[in-house]
DNA sequence: TACAGTTGATTGACTGATCAATCAATAAAA
DNA sequence: TTTTATTGATTGATCAGTCAATCAACTGTA
């Protein structure tokens, strides 16, 4: 019963349904069958809205970095002070839906086809960049240049790696934990250039509330 | 021209053809025939000898596996103070072969591998407390046991994000660069602990040599 | 020493399954 | 009628896994 206007709707939902595909088999092995079923239709009309599977791969990526970058935004709007703007940046990275083991998943197989698809791996460094650029443009009001990039460095790092760690389900370490590691890194890192008017915050040791 | 008491040399050389292939190529999507070509046999006798691929591919772990612990063991021996202990632990995991473009992507495609196989999950599961044990060891001698785990949860994530940084290329960090930040992570954490019969080291940046 | 039989090593050729991609056909909407 | 949506059926390629056959090295043993 085919209506008029579909093209939008079905993309929409064949980039769902690889998504969720890929989140559940857990790597980048699915077959456009599994997706188009995943999206109620025939494989044909995947590959007539995407050409190839490629194609679709692809576009399931701009989505989740569209997705990552809204939620970006809107965390940071109406934020003003730059050390918040840190605690916001990393308050988006572990969001609940970003630290699903299934959107984990389908990160990771999406790094693991950067090392082929050149397209891919230009698509994720840009993620990378733009992670750095705002953690660099709120360091940089806090502390010298250099340090600023040495720190955005140390937590780009700890946020990849608690992903990483988060797909295994091994290490005991939920969103809220990862969160208050990540904070911490980050207070210790800019305990010495703090403002000296600054009350109190001076205890030997920074762990706050732990666990999850 | 067969000989006898090939066995034990063809399992070598198709597991190290094995971690060669998925290194060049980026994935575990390869094929016998490929590995088979890279090890100098007949795609038959991979199978001859391992049973299947997924066999072929456990195996190629194990030996990942096995070369971390004895380079982590020998790198461990003579080693006696805690403080060094966790700097020789971070060195190992940086050592040139192990940060290896082809190495990084071998241990990444085995993280999503670890998704579907729940063997190839457990097996990641034991370098993952293998890791935390080592750091664990070494920080209780340093610190209370609370902040000891969380530490090490720390120093094992800013390992494995520095490792899948490295695999995007993206960030312009090397192995020194990498240990630097890593250490420098462990001194800013342990310095609240810091025994006071210690002579100086109070500058308030722990940052020392730093680039590549 | 010669030689028949056994065992391990190795492969080419084949099979069956899977899957991306194509295409011609159908059906509704404009 | 033209356009858009949709699919079933099919094709061609790729691959893991199998199998029977070959070849060389050992093991008696007469």
Redesign the interface.
Known sequence: MPRIGMEPLRRKALVEATLRTIGQ???L?VTMSEIAREAGVSPALAHHYFGSKQQLLVATIRSLLARLRTDAVSALENVETPRERLSAIIRVSFQADQFAPETV?AW??F??????SEEV?RL??IY??RL?SNLLDSLERLCPP??AA?IA??V??????????Q??R??P?GST?SMT?TE??LD??LR?FLRQDAPGTLA????HR?GE
Not at 156 to 162: C, E, P, Q
Not at 204 to 207: D, F, T, V, W
Request: hydrophobic content about 40%.
């Open positions: 088999q857990g790597s092995d998943a990771l197989a790094y693991v086809e950067a090392q082929r791996r994720l460094v990378a960049r750095r250099d340090d040495r460095e140390g780009a790092a700890m946020i990849d790696g608690l992903y990483i760690r797909s295994l091994s290490a370490i934990a590691l911490d890194y210790l890192q010495p030997p040791n920074s762990s732990r």
